[in-house]
């Protein structure tokens, strides 16, 4: 017989279902016509709270006990109870359930204890149900913690995707103000060149600079390439060689056409310039930079000035063309073609072009291209290109340390009169190598030279002596390239040609240029 028949609960109910075979926990009915199941101290709590007679004394953890049936399939002995089960006299005899005093002290707890008050009638009794604590999940984040996170990590991602959608907008709104040349540098014209020596010339980058002098202030279509520079970068090292093509140099500027080589960028633009690069010197040009004289002015300014020294010959010679000091008429010049002081009737200032004494002075952007300029106070075209290449490597070192201000101000002032065939990827990859190169040797080309006057055609020219001795010296300075042989139906023509018509031969040299 179950344990409840032994209890007259003066109310007729079903007794509760004998644990069945199959381990399941029995379900019983609680007279109200609801059903509950065995599963746990909380349920069977929640029996004994139906009704206010069911005001056991026995202790909570002793009823849940009671109902403890074990999956085996078979019941509790009649009256059998393990080891350790409810003490001894927890129930009365006689079969009634015994009732708790009026006043007794075990139900003389705090309303917080008892939870809160009861709804109605039937809650007045009831004893305050024990809540089960919620399981324990160490080491896995709750549905909460993981959607909290996705939404961080979405936010996170919005952000950066924001950031660099606002820097490639900064940056196309600098770059796009460049004079973008779409031409094919592959498709440039150049020499045959063997195995051997393309596999060097790929471990370089190889750029030619040219500054141009037309007068006018931003076209780059055409104009005199008064200064070219070719640059080698080592992609192994990151070291930059410089080394200046005199613009005078007697070289053919196309088929069977020869003049200084400058001839070429003013008659044919900035390709039948690369064109002659390339066939007189085997070389392949990877890409170029045109750059308008006068923003390399803007550029000094931007980055306060450099620190050049002015000798006594620039301050005595004069040109002999106007019989005005040289250095003073070409500073006069940039600044009245840059308007450099409105308020002047002609936009340049006198101060600025006379110096009282050699030293060491602080040029502004104008002082410095009038510098560059000026051939009569030096060594003539060769001595113009050294000053050119000590002016570009102060900028290159002065541009490492500039600030965010200053390289805004670059991009804004001289984008506009740069022309180049690099691509913005290209652009934007050495810019941030910048910081990584080293400004190593430079010198001029031809290495051994002799300036003669051909005809009243071509004027006074820079002879190379020879050619092809120069272009072996050539390779080995800007690519480490030792006995360098050069091709025998390019630059071996060439030189042939020139030493047949100025009838200067390696011997003939009388200038030797040296390495800065």
Request: charged share 30%; hydrophobic share 30%; glycine share 8%.
């Amino acid at each position: 017989m179950s344990n409840y028949d032994d209890y007259d609960f003066d109310r007729q109910r079903r007794a509760p279902r004998r644990a069945p075979s199959n381990g399941r926990r029995p379900v019983r009915d609680d007279g109200y016509g609801y059903e509950r199941s065995r599963r746990g101290s909380e349920l069977d709590v929640d029996f004994y709270e139906e009704d206010d007679r069911y005001n056991f004394d026995y202790d909570l953890e002793d009823d849940v006990d009671m109902y403890d049936y074990r999956p085996s399939g078979g019941r509790r002995p009649a009256g059998g109870r393990p080891a350790g089960g409810r003490p001894a006299g927890a129930r009365p005899s006689g079969g009634q359930p015994r009732r708790r005093p009026e006043g007794n002290p075990n139900r003389a707890r705090s309303a917080s204890s008892r939870g809160p008050a009861p709804r109605n009638s039937r809650d007045a009794g009831r004893r305050p149900a024990q809540q089960r604590p919620a399981p324990s999940r160490k080491g896995k984040p709750s549905k909460a913690a993981k959607k909290k996170k996705t939404r961080t990590t979405i936010i996170v991602v919005e952000v950066v995707l924001i950031l660099v959608l606002l820097f490639g907008f900064f940056l196309w709104s600098k770059f796009g103000k460049v004079n973008w040349d779409n031409i094919k540098m592959e498709e440039i014209s150049s020499n045959d060149l063997d195995e051997a020596t393309e596999e060097v010339l790929s471990n370089y980058k190889t750029i030619a600079l040219f500054g141009v002098d037309n007068r006018s202030n931003g076209n780059l279509d055409s104009g005199n390439s008064d200064a070219i520079i070719l640059v080698s970068i080592n992609n192994d090292t990151n070291d930059v060689k410089m080394l200046s093509v005199q613009r005078d140099t007697y070289l053919q500027v196309e088929k069977d056409v020869y003049r200084k080589c400058n001839y070429a960028y003013n008659h044919g633009g900035v390709e039948q310039a690369l064109e002659m690069l390339n066939t007189n010197l085997d070389i392949k040009i990877d890409g170029y930079v045109s750059v308008d004289f006068y923003a390399l002015a803007k550029i000094v300014d931007d980055l306060g000035g450099l620190d050049l020294e002015i000798t006594q010959k620039m301050i005595d010679t004069n040109n002999p063309e106007t019989g005005q000091n040289a250095l003073a008429g070409y500073i006069a010049e940039v600044e009245n073609v840059l308007n450099y002081y409105p308020k002047e009737k002609e936009g340049w200032k006198m101060s600025d072009c006379y110096f009282d004494k050699p030293g060491t002075y602080h040029l502004n952007g104008a002082q410095v291209v009038g510098f560059c300029r000026n051939r009569y106070a030096v060594n003539n075209d060769y001595g113009r290109a050294e000053n050119q290449r000590m002016v570009v490597k102060l900028i290159v070192e002065k541009a490492k340390h500039a600030n965010v201000s200053q390289l805004n101000d670059i991009a804004d002032d001289v984008f506009p009169k740069i022309s180049t065939s690099l691509s913005l990827s290209q652009c934007l990859g050495m810019a941030k190598d910048v910081g990584k190169y080293n400004m190593a040797e430079s010198s001029g080309f031809p290495f051994s030279l002799k300036t003669k006057t051909i005809s009243k055609k071509t004027g006074s020219v820079v002879v190379p002596c020879t050619l092809t001795s120069n272009v072996v010296k050539l390779h080995k300075f800007l690519y480490d390239q030792d006995d360098y042989d050069p091709t025998d139906d390019g630059v071996d023509v060439i030189s042939e040609h020139i030493q047949s018509e100025t009838g200067l031969s390696e011997s003939s040299a009388e200038i030797n240029q040296e390495v800065d």
